[in-house]
């Protein structure tokens, strides 16, 4: 599961093959000890939850890099390594 992306105490991840959220491009925000899987098109949450505040971090940073967290997308579900996504700054 590799992180491809990391800001204010926030991990982003996206796992290889992760088509079990119902083929739904997504992504997994680690916050402490909690974990939101986000849909990458709506940034709303499809499973989980981390603090509101966190949430609207990572949304921001989805609505910034959106194409990237697609072809990220497209890389993963065909076994491929993400590559890395600026933070949010």
């Known amino acids: 599961m590799p992180t491809i992306s990391m800001f204010y105490g926030i991990l982003i ?3 290889y ?7 739904l491009p997504h992504i997994h ?3 402490q000890d909690e974990e939101a899987v986000l ?3 709506s940034g709303e ?4 939850s981390i603090p509101v505040k966190k949430l609207k971090l ?3 940073w989805m609505l910034i890099h959106r194409e990237e ?3 990220n997308w497209e890389l993963a579900v065909k076994g491929e390594e993400p590559f890395r ?3 949010l700054q």
């Open 13 to 15: 991840l996206m796992y």
């Open 17 to 23: 093959r992760d088509i079990r959220q119902h083929n």
């Open 29 to 31: 925000a680690r916050y």
């Open 39 to 41: 849909d990458i098109d």
């Open 45 to 48: 949450i499809i499973a989980g």
């Open 58 to 60: 990572v949304q921001a």
């Open 69 to 71: 967290l697609v072809l």
């Open 85 to 87: 996504i600026a933070p």
